[in-house]
């Protein structure tokens, strides 16, 4: 109800401010006498963290999960997973400047209006500090697909105009700051971050999602269609403005005879206009979604804001942000993929006795 | 768990099949004390009915709700009301050329995969028509939010490469057959609905929807942001391709210092790129979403499909179908937008005692 | 949230007054392929339905279900079944002498201050009549659960300080109209029951039910204990004051070396004070619980109320009320139980991939 | 799904084995802006920890509660309360013992036939040491209702066979080790719980609770009624056989015409059988409720168990266990009351607009 929760049956729940003590969170509904391999955790966490490149922000977290319950002896037991992160870099003397002011397109004044309160702290619980533990639950989730055979991979497609293209390599994409799958488009991406940020200013960007080997049949009509729990899952995530699926918003323009996906023999499609999902249920070709990123709404550049007096203020920006934050949405992408894909694998068991 | 329920507090249920009996739904946790006009009921649904146009699907239904609780003398009572929608066009016999095929980016083949077993009446669960039932509820949510001034307007603003550009009148929408804010806009995209028609083919298709007067501080943090849940509930509808709110996709494009919203010292904001959402919780200002249609699936040309046997056949396309779905869908937005802000609002209220 | 929805996977929500047009559900998450008999649904609601002896209310009800969807040539799809009972026996003039008074341990006092109207046609969703939908669903589950073994049997086992004893023949508990596993305490407790209506009088009694063959592993800690949510089932009856399982409020004398269940080598126990449940979840042995009813509040006698106004008035009862509510309770009890114990055995299958 | 979360706006999960690192929960939809004394979370923790007197478990633990989120200078902020207890009393050396027998009557059986899995250490997660979590998010809770003036008390009204009586003086509750509301009774039940402790035995009690000044029209019908979710979070306490409500099983044997409580003018009632509730709603009336807790399953005597392997041994018992456990579940029983009473209350403020 207070929406700390995301799943059904697989089901993170998450507690922790930017600025607190520590952030973390438990899972329910793990199955039993799963192996899970907690250094592939850290290495997921790793890959969101603050500081891994020259183009995100240089706050210094090392992010590191202590694993309180429900994995004994390398193995779930199927009691929940309880999991902290302390928090380590929460001086809180870096956030006065902000303590009387709402800053733009941030959630300080929606937070204030709603709960009647002001954690000045910083982001609190707006921060996307809090998808290290999306990223803790999904790299959970992930190792319990992968030994069903689904593998998820995420990569950064376009980062302002710069798009990737059709030449893709997904070994590379951990081989860039940007996480883009093509080293030539990387490298024009990673230039334009720099640029951007040299300016005093952010850029948006996308991640393209592809979801392969999910078995026929997951999701549930008819309003939790598997695509409409993803696409939830998606704009959950900070600074997201639109998410599609398949053919996605290019449908508009297509006609029927175009979009319809012809069925080979085996029940595979000549086509995949459909992004793997028909009526709400895979039909076991790729799932394929794609996530619109804003321009980080923290600048340099000076901008006028309002105090929590009520009076406009021109307002000084610093601080260490991202200047974009694609390349360290990546893995939270993954990540929700995966705890959304693994519910709905355990929701279909109960669909045939 | 197994999808056919919509909400938290205000929370919908629905069941029933193309051609089954009925179809019909329950609605829990409706506000006691408020007045239903349960003609403005029927007046929604019959924005949604087939046959309301030549542009769209001929099919013979009189959509015609019987309420049968939770409404006395013309108020609700604050217990469930219950309703139901005689199906009168179910001659199973339209549908025997279906029986043996899985039709192209139709659910029959996920259903089948499924549920191991085929309702060969027709869509069943997966048509369109149990959106019916959404529009049912979603005429009553809108009654109620509008006591409290909530206003919603959808309108569709693309057909094909049509777009209604930036010349709106709000008054002609339903003066239209299209649901077009614009009667010469409109007047093209109705040309190009009719000879697509003709051509024995569909054709994709957006919607934008706007919400104005919502209360500031709608919507839950962390996973369960207002437009998270909009965007479920949308992704949810039958055909629907992609989601988008305030700057939406055009994000990725932008740079900060150009997105930011900066406020006025109301509180309101000079642009609204956010589309009236920040950190997941409403900030006052109009919330502007756009959804994306796919052509419907059903054409009249010829086209290879799969037998339940796993052959390929031809099959010759015939039955009385929707060329575009927007023009009827326009309400089911609203139905399911109504819904969402309706029960963000009664769960907004155990934020503070 | 509002409270007209039980389960979780096998989830029922209904809806209905008494004296309303219909009352009627929506079963979601029913497993598909399952063959389901109508007609022994029809029966299981004879079991529950007025007028059927001579110490019953002679209320005139044919409740006759009409199922509406989710069943397609004679077998579960796995869609949502919605059915209805239509309310012949609602004429409002009926209640007229209640309009203005408050009975008694009825709920009109607390419906009316907790929603801020009056629905003075009758009991309306306070009303026993409400349970019709549970035994509809609750003969469903048996069904189902019935093809994997399950049994569910409950009966009368004590009205006033008549109690049933050592002496039980399950084959005549449909044999009398009190539903008591002996015919001679049966005869003795029916005697009794008419000695109270000649009174004006009401009678309370308690139904103690068995399940046997319930697969060992159902139940799900912590909070969802399989007899928490059993004992809360048995709760939201209407006129249940409480519950115990197995050795129940006797165990409050006893030493754990008497209440221990040793095992036998098969895992069975020799003794089952734990009623066929430890930690929470099923054993394998019977599971027993026994429930108590209060007499029913509605008496002939004349008693001292409360108007709406707030003046204490004499009120002479009259109506066609239940002596004694335990006879017709009882295939509620069943209905409640197989609702939950089917709820739980899909809720396991996602224990262990 | 899983079983670990109670509570539907004011919502506790929890997670953490016996044996593990630590236990712990999230608090979802605390009521923002609230004062919280965590010093008085501490003290109620003092209440229910081992070692608290000679009657009880000699275990050390400190059980020291860390706040890792959601209270800021004080005062709660509306979003979720993390929090852990690191177990300190965690030698697995303890447990060697029964790495290899199911203990009778307690959750190794059922544990290990639901999982596939031992986790031998101890009680895991269905030891009672879970139930720490319960009174920290019960002692916030608390704090909350004190401040809309809900009072709650509970004390043992039996142990074995000695029974407290009328004679009740709330203030000598927490004075005497059995915490019963009459001194000269409470040293009868010490001597009773020494006796059975040193025959290696242990002995059953129960508990009853009273909760004042809740507001009128706290419950929601039908599943969901006030009593029928505080009968589920007693029955999910460990240990407890039975709930009863007002009346409670006493009802059997009563007539109509002596249950009925009567109004006064006001709407309070002369008798109280209902035990504030009516209809699944509460009246006004203080709510009271009695829970029966069976005997420590872990006794010293010599018993036969069975082995993971099939055999039966005799097993001599040992360890530090409590001889009755109804001196430490009290302050159980007042969590999970106030924890459910706090939810009813949030609930109930989506009931009108």
């Given at each position: 109800?207070?929406?700390?929760?995301?799943?059904?049956?697989?089901?993170?729940?998450?507690?922790?401010?930017?600025?607190?003590?520590?952030?973390?969170?438990?899972?329910?509904?793990?199955?039993?006498?799963?192996?899970?391999?907690?250094d592939a955790i850290q290495a997921e966490l790793a890959r969101r963290k603050p500081g891994q490149s020259s183009i995100v922000t240089q706050r210094k977290e090392s992010d590191t999960v202590e694993i309180l319950s429900g994995i004994f002896e390398g193995k779930t037991t199927g009691t929940p997973i309880g999991f902290i992160i302390r928090n380590e870099d929460h001086k809180?003397?870096?956030?006065?400047?902000?303590?009387?002011?709402?800053?733009?397109?941030?959630?300080?004044?929606t937070y204030t209006a709603k709960y009647g309160n002001r954690d000045y702290r910083g982001g609190g619980r707006s921060s996307a500090r809090e998808t290290a533990c999306r990223v803790v639950a999904g790299a959970i989730a992930k190792q319990i697909l992968a030994a069903i055979g689904v593998d998820i991979v995420a990569y950064v497609d376009q980062?302002?105009?710069?798009?990737?293209g059709n030449e893709i390599d997904y070994n590379v994409i951990d081989e860039n700051p940007?996480?883009?799958?093509?080293?030539?488009?990387?490298?024009?991406?990673?230039?334009?971050?720099?640029?951007?940020?040299?300016?005093?200013?952010t850029i948006g960007g996308s991640i393209r999602c592809e979801i392969n080997h999910v078995p026929v049949g997951l999701g549930e009509p008819v309003f939790d269609k598997l695509h409409a729990e993803l696409g939830k899952a998606m704009l959950s995530i900070n600074?997201?403005?639109?998410v599609e699926f398949g053919s996605g918003f290019d449908c508009v323009v297509m006609r029927g005879s175009e979009h319809n996906d012809l069925f080979n023999e085996d029940g595979s499609t000549q086509t995949n206009h459909s992004g793997g999902i028909q009526g709400g249920i895979s039909n076991g070709m790729p799932i394929t979604l794609r996530v619109a990123f804003k321009p980080v709404a923290?600048?340099?550049?000076?901008?006028?804001?309002?105090?929590?007096?009520?009076?406009?203020?021109?307002?000084?920006?610093?601080?260490?942000?991202?200047?974009c934050v694609v390349p360290r949405a990546v893995p939270i992408v993954e990540a929700?993929?995966?705890?959304?894909?693994?519910?709905?694998?355990?929701?279909?068991?109960?669909t045939i006795i």
């Open positions: 109800m207070a929406g700390s929760s995301f799943g059904t049956i697989f089901k993170l729940t998450t507690f922790g401010e930017s600025h607190g003590v520590a952030i973390g969170g438990i899972i329910d509904g793990v199955p039993a006498n799963e192996p899970i391999d907690v809180s003397t870096d956030y006065d400047p902000i303590k009387e002011v709402f800053r733009p397109s941030h959630a300080d004044f980062v302002g105009t710069i798009k990737v940007v996480r883009c799958p093509n080293m030539k488009v990387a490298a024009e991406m990673e230039a334009l971050i720099k640029e951007v940020r040299k300016d005093g200013d600074a997201v403005k639109g923290t600048i340099i550049k000076t901008q006028t804001t309002l105090t929590t007096e009520g009076k406009l203020v021109e307002m000084d920006g610093k601080g260490r942000h991202d200047p929700m993929v995966a705890i959304t894909i693994l519910d709905f694998y355990l929701r279909d068991k109960g």
